[in-house]
Nanobody, 122 residues
């Protein structure tokens, strides 16, 4: 299983970024995919979870209404569109994956993770 994030960078407050996560080495269709972040001095925080085979996406309250988690149905790619970014969103953002076991669980427990991509908001 390999996950590779991209799309991070620096942006001014109020701006937007779109993160991408390319998955390989597993069957994409029966997976739970998610995003979490590590902000300086704070615990890891789960942001969003999506079951690839379904239509339901769940979001943390801190990003609900600002972040949008989608998949590319033609490719093994997922995206996290981040709008209205604020300095407190600064951190390293990670993509994660888990096998679907009836339902998708906490993204922080997903066993497969990417190397992360830095997001800096000034």
């Amino acid at each position: 299983v390999q996950l590779v994030e991209s799309g991070g960078g620096s942006v001014q407050g109020g701006g937007s970024l779109r993160l991408s996560c390319a998955a390989s080495g597993f069957s994409f269709s029966d997976r739970c995919m998610g995003w979490f972040r590590q902000r300086p001095g704070k615990d890891r925080e789960g942001l969003a979870v999506l079951w690839i085979g379904g239509a339901t996406t769940t979001y943390a309250d801190s990003v609900k209404g600002r972040f949008i988690f989608t998949r590319d149905k033609g490719k093994d790619l997922v995206y996290l569109r981040m709008n209205g970014l604020q300095p407190e969103d600064t951190g390293i953002y990670y993509c994660a994956a888990d096998q679907l076991y009836g339902t998708c669980h906490d993204v922080l427990d997903f066993p497969a993770r990417g190397q992360g991509t830095q997001v800096t908001v000034s």
